[in-house]
């Protein structure tokens, strides 16, 4: 997006077209397909993106909903935690996850996050990896919410990594704040167990980029500065919001 673009946004909210942007970004090599364009940045970003699901994985790990799995990224570590596998994506998306992963253990499904067939009580840990954020518009946000809640197991969890923002500049699709999305999930009876953040902004926004793909030892001290920096105030300085609940 140019300079021009991103400013305009700043004070005119255009949601994007998701669907064909991530149908596109389909067949890109490695990470790039659901990642950014420098490689050291996405090593560090998948770190602590993991780390954040880590340290919020259920007791139980009967089953594992993975809502916007991409091109199987995480699929592999998730469906090596859990009993069951359950991917779901475009279906370019669900296509490619298969052909990288032919060997794993795994079911993905071909659905948008507002057209999947939530089964009802069946999961413990329903993961939403920069997905919602993207997907739904903020008025659609509250019914995939409520399927997600049903979907759910008693002492399940519910985790979201997602750039949920309110300034347009950095607005995905859906233009709500963590605070609102907690208030959405609270509602519905979810216990609230994190909600911080990872990705300081300004060094997403600059380090992430592929002019600094050869800069690998700049990406490294830029980003450990940044999240040093953000955590005076994680919540608002974090490009992408970590929020976790626990279902009673």
């Known amino acids: 997006m140019s300079f021009a673009n991103r400013l305009r946004r700043l004070f005119v909210y255009t949601p994007p077209d998701p669907v064909g942007f991530w149908r596109?970004?389909?067949g890109d090599?490695?990470?790039?397909?659901?990642?950014?364009?420098?490689?050291?940045?996405n090593e560090l970003a998948h770190r602590d993106q993991w780390a954040a699901i880590e340290r919020n994985l259920p007791e139980?790990?009967?089953?594992?909903?993975?809502?916007?799995?991409?091109?199987?990224?995480?699929?592999?570590?998730?469906?090596g935690l859990f009993d069951r596998y359950v991917g779901v994506d475009l279906d370019t998306m669900v296509d490619?996850?298969?052909r990288r992963?032919?060997?794993?253990?795994?079911?993905?499904?071909?659905?948008?996050?507002?057209e999947y067939d939530y089964p009802a009580d069946t999961f413990d840990l329903v993961l939403s990896m920069a997905c919602l954020a993207s997907a739904c518009r903020a008025d659609e946000l509250p019914d995939v919410a409520r399927r997600m809640v049903a979907a759910t197991r008693s002492g399940g969890r519910i985790v979201m990594i997602d750039p949920f923002h309110r300034l347009p500049a950095l607005t995905r699709t859906c233009r709500l704040s963590s605070r609102e999305v907690v208030e959405?999930?609270?509602g519905l009876g979810m216990q609230l167990v994190e909600s911080t953040g990872?990705?300081?902004?300004?060094?997403?926004?600059?380090?992430?980029?592929?002019?600094?793909?050869?800069?690998?030892a700049l990406t490294s001290a830029g980003y450990r500065a940044g999240e040093t920096v953000m955590q005076i105030a994680p919540r608002s300085l974090s490009d992408y919001k970590v929020i976790a609940f626990r279902k009673p």
């Not at 139980?60 to 469906?79: E, I, N, P, Y």
């Not at 300081?200 to 690998?216: D, H, S, T, V």
Request: some cysteine; charged content about 20%.
């Open 96 to 98: 490619e996850a298969r």
């Open 29 to 41: 090599s490695g990470w790039f397909s659901v990642m950014w364009r420098n490689p050291a940045y």
């Open 60 to 79: 139980r790990r009967g089953a594992v909903l993975d809502l916007g799995c991409g091109t199987g990224r995480l699929s592999a570590k998730l469906a």
């Open 184 to 186: 959405i999930f609270e």
């Open 198 to 216: 990872v990705h300081f902004i300004p060094a997403r926004l600059l380090l992430a980029r592929p002019q600094f793909a050869g800069a690998a």
């Open 24 to 26: 596109a970004r389909a």
């Open 101 to 114: 992963n032919p060997d794993l253990n795994a079911e993905f499904v071909a659905a948008s996050a507002q």
